[in-house]
């Protein structure tokens, strides 16, 4: 039978480790981020671990393109920054957490997908979106 003082120094260890590991990931998500820049060059975007655009370069292209267009197109690059350190930062969790809810808590709170948005049903069959919300005709 295990002793309490015996209880207690295991226990003391498990602490340390969890704090080890924990000042570990901390130090890994701190230093991470993400860069991106879009399909034809015109702009770069850079993110910080929190997803938080740290940086944003023009080319001469980009400042060319209509507004709208740039705009947009500014969008889906930093979302595709976001969904690239996001993919890190659940990365480097399930190498200290593992699968389970904190695992699962930390991937609910992740950025989409570049156009995808929360929820989203993902392919299936096209009928079951009929009887989801029926056309009516009056």
């Known amino acids: 039978m295990e002793t309490a003082a015996q209880w207690l120094a295991d226990y003391d260890e498990r602490l340390a480790r969890a704090a080890a590991d924990a000042k570990a990931a901390n130090e890994s998500l701190r230093q ?6 879009s399909p034809r060059g015109e702009i770069t975007v850079q993110v910080g671990p929190s997803g938080a655009m740290e940086d944003i370069r023009l080319t001469p292209a980009a400042r060319a ?5 740039l705009a947009q197109l500014i969008l ?10 996001g993919a890190q930062v659940v990365e480097i969790m399930t190498e200290y957490v593992g699968e389970g809810p904190a695992l699962d808590f930390v991937r609910a709170n992740m950025p989409p ?11 299936g069959d096209e009928d079951d ?9 009056v």
């Open 129 to 137: 979106d009929f009887f989801d919300g029926p056309v009516v005709i």
């Open 65 to 69: 393109m209509e507004a709208e267009k």
């Open 76 to 85: 889906t690059t930093s979302q595709e920054a976001q969904r690239k350190v």
């Open 32 to 37: 991470m981020s993400a860069t991106v820049t």
């Open 113 to 123: 997908a570049a156009g995808v948005e929360p929820g989203a049903r993902s392919g």
